[in-house]
Protein backbone atom coordinates (compact mmCIF):
# COMPACT_ATOMS: atom_id res chain seq x y z
CA UNK A 1 0.00 0.00 0.00
CA UNK A 2 1.31 3.21 -0.92
CA UNK A 3 1.64 6.01 1.60
CA UNK A 4 -0.44 8.57 -0.20
CA UNK A 5 -2.97 8.26 -2.46
CA UNK A 6 -4.65 10.51 -4.91
CA UNK A 7 -6.74 10.89 -8.29
CA UNK A 8 -4.70 11.36 -10.76
CA UNK A 9 -7.90 13.03 -12.75
CA UNK A 10 -7.50 14.31 -15.31
CA UNK A 11 -10.21 17.56 -13.39
CA UNK A 12 -11.67 20.35 -16.17
CA UNK A 13 -13.69 23.41 -14.69
CA UNK A 14 -15.14 26.37 -15.85
CA UNK A 15 -13.43 29.48 -14.89
CA UNK A 16 -14.98 30.48 -11.19
CA UNK A 17 -15.68 27.50 -10.31
CA UNK A 18 -14.98 25.78 -6.82
CA UNK A 19 -12.22 22.99 -7.22
CA UNK A 20 -11.74 19.93 -5.10
CA UNK A 21 -8.98 17.83 -4.74
CA UNK A 22 -8.25 15.35 -2.46
CA UNK A 23 -5.63 12.44 -1.53
CA UNK A 24 -5.92 10.23 1.56
CA UNK A 25 -3.15 8.38 3.39
CA UNK A 26 -2.49 4.91 5.13
CA UNK A 27 -0.48 5.79 8.31
CA UNK A 28 -2.41 7.86 11.20
CA UNK A 29 1.12 8.77 12.29
CA UNK A 30 1.99 11.53 9.94
CA UNK A 31 2.15 15.01 11.40
CA UNK A 32 2.75 17.73 8.41
CA UNK A 33 0.42 17.48 5.67
CA UNK A 34 1.46 19.85 2.60
CA UNK A 35 -0.17 20.93 -1.12
CA UNK A 36 2.35 21.59 -4.17
CA UNK A 37 1.74 23.08 -7.36
CA UNK A 38 3.48 22.48 -10.57
CA UNK A 39 3.76 23.95 -13.41
CA UNK A 40 4.87 21.68 -16.61
CA UNK A 41 8.34 21.36 -16.50
CA UNK A 42 9.09 23.45 -13.47
CA UNK A 43 9.63 22.27 -9.83
CA UNK A 44 6.93 21.79 -7.37
CA UNK A 45 6.02 24.58 -5.59
CA UNK A 46 4.60 25.09 -1.88
CA UNK A 47 0.93 26.44 -1.84
CA UNK A 48 -0.64 25.07 1.85
CA UNK A 49 1.22 23.88 4.82
CA UNK A 50 -0.53 22.14 7.69
CA UNK A 51 0.73 20.82 10.81
CA UNK A 52 -1.91 17.64 12.80
CA UNK A 53 -5.62 18.23 11.88
CA UNK A 54 -7.62 21.39 10.77
CA UNK A 55 -8.37 23.53 8.30
CA UNK A 56 -6.01 26.50 6.76
CA UNK A 57 -7.02 29.48 4.21
CA UNK A 58 -4.59 31.56 2.07
CA UNK A 59 -6.54 33.88 -0.14
CA UNK A 60 -8.27 31.46 -2.66
CA UNK A 61 -6.99 28.59 -1.28
CA UNK A 62 -8.53 25.90 1.53
CA UNK A 63 -6.43 23.35 3.11
CA UNK A 64 -8.11 20.68 5.45
CA UNK A 65 -6.76 17.97 7.17
CA UNK A 66 -9.23 15.20 8.76
CA UNK A 67 -6.71 13.03 10.66
CA UNK A 68 -9.37 10.27 12.26
CA UNK A 69 -10.22 9.59 8.23
CA UNK A 70 -6.64 9.86 7.12
CA UNK A 71 -7.86 12.11 4.68
CA UNK A 72 -6.20 15.89 3.05
CA UNK A 73 -8.06 18.41 0.72
CA UNK A 74 -7.08 21.49 -1.08
CA UNK A 75 -10.38 24.05 -1.94
CA UNK A 76 -9.71 26.50 -4.99
CA UNK A 77 -12.53 29.07 -4.87
CA UNK A 78 -13.14 31.31 -7.62
CA UNK A 79 -10.37 29.42 -10.07
CA UNK A 80 -8.94 30.80 -12.53
CA UNK A 81 -6.76 29.75 -15.83
CA UNK A 82 -3.77 30.51 -14.21
CA UNK A 83 -4.31 27.79 -11.69
CA UNK A 84 -4.34 24.82 -14.04
CA UNK A 85 -1.38 22.99 -13.38
CA UNK A 86 -0.63 19.84 -11.59
CA UNK A 87 -1.45 19.67 -7.97
CA UNK A 88 0.33 17.56 -5.78
CA UNK A 89 -0.08 16.93 -2.26
CA UNK A 90 2.67 15.79 0.49
CA UNK A 91 2.82 14.24 3.57
CA UNK A 92 5.89 13.98 6.22
CA UNK A 93 6.97 12.34 9.11
CA UNK A 94 11.13 12.39 8.26
CA UNK A 95 10.72 11.72 4.88
CA UNK A 96 8.42 13.19 2.49
CA UNK A 97 5.74 11.35 0.70
CA UNK A 98 4.08 12.42 -2.36
CA UNK A 99 0.66 11.84 -4.36
CA UNK A 100 0.74 11.12 -8.00
CA UNK A 101 -0.42 14.56 -8.96
CA UNK A 102 -4.03 15.79 -9.87
CA UNK A 103 -3.90 17.67 -13.42
CA UNK A 104 -5.81 20.46 -13.35
CA UNK A 105 -7.34 22.90 -16.38
CA UNK A 106 -9.73 25.97 -15.95
CA UNK A 107 -11.41 26.80 -18.80
CA UNK A 108 -11.79 30.36 -19.55
CA UNK B 1 17.54 36.26 -3.64
CA UNK B 2 18.51 32.46 -4.88
CA UNK B 3 15.88 29.76 -5.06
CA UNK B 4 17.73 25.86 -5.68
CA UNK B 5 19.22 25.96 -8.55
CA UNK B 6 19.92 22.43 -10.27
CA UNK B 7 22.69 21.78 -13.65
CA UNK B 8 22.17 21.16 -16.49
CA UNK B 9 18.76 21.62 -17.03
CA UNK B 10 18.48 18.87 -19.92
CA UNK B 11 20.74 15.90 -20.14
CA UNK B 12 20.69 13.21 -22.87
CA UNK B 13 23.02 10.35 -22.15
CA UNK B 14 23.67 7.33 -24.06
CA UNK B 15 22.97 3.69 -22.28
CA UNK B 16 25.98 2.93 -20.31
CA UNK B 17 27.70 6.00 -19.39
CA UNK B 18 28.33 7.46 -16.26
CA UNK B 19 26.26 11.10 -15.31
CA UNK B 20 26.54 13.81 -12.59
CA UNK B 21 23.33 15.94 -11.60
CA UNK B 22 24.12 19.24 -9.49
CA UNK B 23 22.21 20.61 -6.68
CA UNK B 24 22.58 23.68 -5.49
CA UNK B 25 20.27 24.63 -2.49
CA UNK B 26 19.28 27.48 -0.70
CA UNK B 27 22.24 29.22 1.53
CA UNK B 28 21.69 28.13 5.29
CA UNK B 29 19.70 25.35 4.51
CA UNK B 30 20.97 22.20 6.16
CA UNK B 31 18.40 19.53 4.91
CA UNK B 32 18.94 18.89 1.29
CA UNK B 33 16.77 16.18 -0.48
CA UNK B 34 16.53 14.50 -4.15
CA UNK B 35 13.73 13.05 -5.92
CA UNK B 36 13.13 10.95 -9.57
CA UNK B 37 9.99 12.35 -10.65
CA UNK B 38 8.55 10.38 -13.97
CA UNK B 39 6.08 11.66 -16.34
CA UNK B 40 2.49 11.08 -14.76
CA UNK B 41 4.11 10.56 -10.99
CA UNK B 42 4.62 12.05 -8.09
CA UNK B 43 8.44 12.74 -6.70
CA UNK B 44 9.86 9.50 -5.67
CA UNK B 45 12.18 10.02 -2.71
CA UNK B 46 16.38 9.22 -3.28
CA UNK B 47 17.76 10.28 -0.90
CA UNK B 48 17.96 13.36 2.21
CA UNK B 49 21.48 15.10 3.55
CA UNK B 50 21.61 16.59 6.80
CA UNK B 51 23.95 18.80 6.18
CA UNK B 52 27.54 16.46 4.57
CA UNK B 53 25.98 13.08 6.02
CA UNK B 54 22.98 11.10 4.06
CA UNK B 55 20.71 11.02 6.93
CA UNK B 56 18.53 8.67 4.91
CA UNK B 57 19.42 7.26 1.04
CA UNK B 58 16.61 4.60 1.31
CA UNK B 59 15.35 5.55 -1.57
CA UNK B 60 17.95 5.11 -3.85
CA UNK B 61 17.22 2.22 -6.28
CA UNK B 62 20.35 0.49 -6.79
CA UNK B 63 23.74 1.11 -6.55
CA UNK B 64 24.20 2.81 -9.94
CA UNK B 65 23.12 5.22 -7.90
CA UNK B 66 25.20 7.70 -5.18
CA UNK B 67 24.84 11.09 -4.60
CA UNK B 68 27.31 13.18 -1.72
CA UNK B 69 27.64 16.78 -0.52
CA UNK B 70 30.87 17.39 1.06
CA UNK B 71 30.53 20.47 2.26
CA UNK B 72 27.17 20.32 3.37
CA UNK B 73 25.63 22.94 0.68
CA UNK B 74 25.97 21.70 -2.72
CA UNK B 75 25.22 18.04 -3.50
CA UNK B 76 26.12 16.03 -6.52
CA UNK B 77 24.00 12.73 -7.99
CA UNK B 78 25.91 10.40 -9.61
CA UNK B 79 24.27 7.54 -11.45
CA UNK B 80 26.81 5.24 -13.51
CA UNK B 81 26.08 2.61 -15.84
CA UNK B 82 22.91 4.36 -17.05
CA UNK B 83 19.86 2.20 -18.36
CA UNK B 84 16.88 3.42 -20.18
CA UNK B 85 15.05 2.86 -17.16
CA UNK B 86 16.74 5.82 -15.44
CA UNK B 87 15.15 8.27 -17.85
CA UNK B 88 13.32 10.81 -15.46
CA UNK B 89 13.30 14.25 -14.00
CA UNK B 90 15.59 14.36 -10.94
CA UNK B 91 14.53 17.47 -8.51
CA UNK B 92 16.38 18.50 -5.64
CA UNK B 93 14.95 20.49 -2.64
CA UNK B 94 15.89 22.19 0.34
CA UNK B 95 14.91 22.93 3.58
CA UNK B 96 16.09 24.81 6.81
CA UNK B 97 16.15 22.58 9.13
CA UNK B 98 14.92 19.13 8.10
CA UNK B 99 12.07 17.17 9.21
CA UNK B 100 8.54 18.58 8.84
CA UNK B 101 10.14 21.96 7.38
CA UNK B 102 8.99 23.49 4.62
CA UNK B 103 11.13 22.02 1.08
CA UNK B 104 11.55 24.48 -1.97
CA UNK B 105 12.66 22.63 -5.13
CA UNK B 106 14.85 23.43 -8.13
CA UNK B 107 13.23 23.17 -11.90
CA UNK B 108 15.06 19.38 -11.94
CA UNK B 109 17.30 18.09 -14.34
CA UNK B 110 15.71 16.32 -17.39
CA UNK B 111 17.56 12.95 -18.09
CA UNK B 112 17.43 10.99 -20.85
CA UNK B 113 19.01 7.83 -21.27
CA UNK B 114 19.04 6.55 -24.53
Known amino acids: QKEVEQDPGPLSVPEGAIVSLNCTYS??????FMWYRQYSRKGPELLMYTYSSGNKEDGRFTAQVDKSSKYISLFIRDSQPSDSATYLC????????FGTGTSLTVIP | GAGVSQTPSNKVTEKGKYVELRCDPI?????LYWYRQSLGQGPEFLIYFQGTGAADDSGLPNDRFFAVRPEGSVSTLKIQRTERGDSAVYLC????????????FGPGTRLTVL
Open chain 2, 27 to 31: SGHTA
Open chain 2, 93 to 104: ASSQTGAGDTQY
Open chain 1, 90 to 97: AISDNQFY
Open chain 1, 27 to 32: NSAFQY
